[in-house]
């Protein structure tokens, strides 16, 4: 870790447009789940269909794309990751920084509002809030360091992580139930299955591929991520 990275880093994501799309889905989930509570339908099984499709199928991955490629791919595009570059800081603690940087913003942004949503539902019944929180915050380490890795090699990071995201996961993964053993957003929902007693969530990865695979893709990930930021010359060409 390098505090000055990451000052920069939580400056550039906060400080932009960017706090704005950090902000609309967690309010929209909140929103969401007062409207349950106020108009009666906060049942267990609709707590759980909202935390499951919205929180975890649609909003983590979205907020890991902004957050993970955030970090780094507008400094690789803009050239500004040069200056960065040029300071005595080795390149994989560079990466590291603006991991655990990503990470935390989707703590904040994503496993928060998911308890608190799961809270106002359920408060702590059969233990959906923290399942979910607790598989958000997990998922989101994994999409964190995928989305990074994707900014660091390919300037269609965006695109490619939209096409895995809502196309593989969303997609491909309700037809093809082989596709759902390489999907994040279900390894999340393994660790919420087996934390939350509700009959109504059932996992379609077991926990024992789930974390591992989690393990594997996030330090991986991360490991080469600062091993490509290596292949950057000071002139910002490969």
């Given at each position: 870790?390098?505090?000055?990275?990451?000052?920069?880093?939580?400056?550039?994501?906060?400080?932009?447009?960017?706090?704005i799309l950090l902000l609309l889905l967690p309010l929209?989930?909140?929103?969401?789940?007062?409207?349950?509570?106020?108009?009666?339908?906060?049942?267990?099984?609709?707590?759980?269909?909202?935390?499951?499709?919205?929180?975890?199928?649609?909003?983590?991955p979205l907020l890991g794309l902004i957050a993970g490629?955030?970090?780094?791919?507008?400094?690789?595009?803009?050239?500004?990751?040069?200056?960065?570059?040029?300071?005595?800081?080795?390149?994989?603690?560079?990466?590291?920084?603006?991991?655990?940087?990503?990470?935390?913003?989707?703590?904040?942004?994503?496993?928060?509002?998911?308890?608190?949503?799961?809270?106002?539902?359920?408060?702590?019944?059969?233990?959906?809030?923290?399942?979910?929180?607790?598989?958000?915050?997990?998922?989101?380490i994994a999409y964190a360091a995928l989305f990074l890795?994707?900014?660091?090699?390919?300037?269609?990071?965006?695109?490619?992580?939209?096409?895995?995201?809502?196309?593989?996961?969303?997609?491909?993964?309700?037809?093809?139930?082989?596709?759902?053993?390489?999907?994040?957003?279900?390894?999340?929902?393994?660790?919420?299955?087996?934390?939350?007693?509700?009959?109504?969530?059932?996992?379609?990865?077991?926990?024992?591929?789930?974390?591992?695979?989690?393990?594997?893709?996030?330090?991986?990930?991360?490991?080469?991520?600062?091993?490509?930021?290596?292949?950057?010359?000071?002139?910002?060409?490969?």
């Amino acid at each position: 870790m390098n505090t000055v990275v990451a000052g920069i880093t939580y400056r550039a994501l906060l400080g932009r447009r960017r706090i704005i799309l950090l902000l609309l889905l967690p309010l929209a989930l909140i929103g969401l789940a007062v409207l349950f509570r106020v108009f009666g339908a906060a049942d267990q099984r609709s707590a759980v269909l909202l935390l499951q499709n919205f929180a975890i199928g649609t909003m983590l991955p979205l907020l890991g794309l902004i957050a993970g490629t955030g970090v780094i791919a507008p400094e690789i595009d803009d050239g500004t990751i040069i200056h960065l570059m040029s300071k005595p800081i080795s390149r994989p603690t560079i990466v590291t920084t603006k991991f655990v940087v990503a990470t935390s913003l989707l703590a904040l942004f994503a496993a928060v509002p998911t308890y608190v949503s799961g809270w106002l539902l359920l408060r702590n019944e059969d233990g959906v809030a923290a399942g979910f929180a607790l598989g958000t915050l997990a998922a989101g380490i994994a999409y964190a360091a995928l989305f990074l890795l994707l900014g660091v090699v390919t300037r269609h990071a965006v695109t490619i992580g939209i096409v895995y995201a809502l196309v593989w996961e969303s997609l491909i993964g309700n037809f093809v139930p082989g596709a759902r053993r390489f999907s994040i957003q279900r390894w999340g929902q393994s660790i919420a299955d087996q934390i939350s007693d509700s009959p109504f969530l059932k996992a379609d990865v077991a926990l024992g591929f789930a974390i591992p695979a989690m393990l594997v893709v996030t330090v991986v990930a991360v490991a080469l991520a600062g091993q490509r930021l290596r292949a950057f010359s000071l002139t910002g060409e490969e």
